[in-house]
């Protein structure tokens, strides 16, 4: 079965640009969860979708934003990017609430 | 928010010692999973372990959920142990602790 897969890997953007990573899930998993690692912050929790629902949501700005299509696929943005923005982005799917599995993540640099 | 609390902050090893990493968490949880982060950012799963003791090779963890803690084991270290240990619990979201950083010397 093949794992998560995230999309690009790496990514160098300037401030006030916006981006979109996107995140393919384990085939039969219908939640997709997204989390920032920054060295100050540590792993910290964005946002959950299930069945293209908005299921849970973590304390980020607005700027953070995320949808879910109908094969679980699931992408987020960022608008108007800031320099404390470059961080690792993580997906992870599971089943509903359940084991977690990852992918490899999409690098973020802020210039 | 629920915190989640690990223990020891970082960790050095002779290779083929035994270690133990501790995860601390303030209030009953539905999930609880051991990471391993490699130096490029994956996150490998270890255990899924929401109460009770598992074993995998090497490695094992018990979760006293009553007790609100879990624990980690690695006996007989590699240097390719190496790495930071993440502890993750979920009531609603996932909340990570900030980690064990493991390095093992030959």
Known sequence: KAGVTQTPRYLIKTRGQQVTLSCSPISGHRSVSWYQQTPGQGLQFLFEYFSETQRNKGNF???????????????????????GDSALYLCASSLPYNEQFFGPGTRLTVL | GIQVEQSPPDLILQEGANSTL??????????????????????????????????????????????RYSLLYISSSQTTDSGVYFCAVQVHDMRFGAGTRLTVKP
Request: with cysteine; charged share 15%; glycine share 8%.
């Open chain 1, 61 to 83: 700005p607005g700027r953070f934003s995320g949808r879910q299509f109908s094969n679980s696929r699931s992408e987020m943005n960022v608008s108007t990017l800031e320099l």
């Open chain 2, 22 to 67: 501790r995860c601390n968490f303030s209030d009953s949880v539905n999930n609880l999973q051991w990471f391993h982060q490699n130096p490029w950012g994956q996150l490998i799963n270890l255990f899924y372990i929401p109460s009770g003791t598992k074993q995998n090779g090497r490695l094992s963890a018990t979760t006293v959920a009553t007790e």
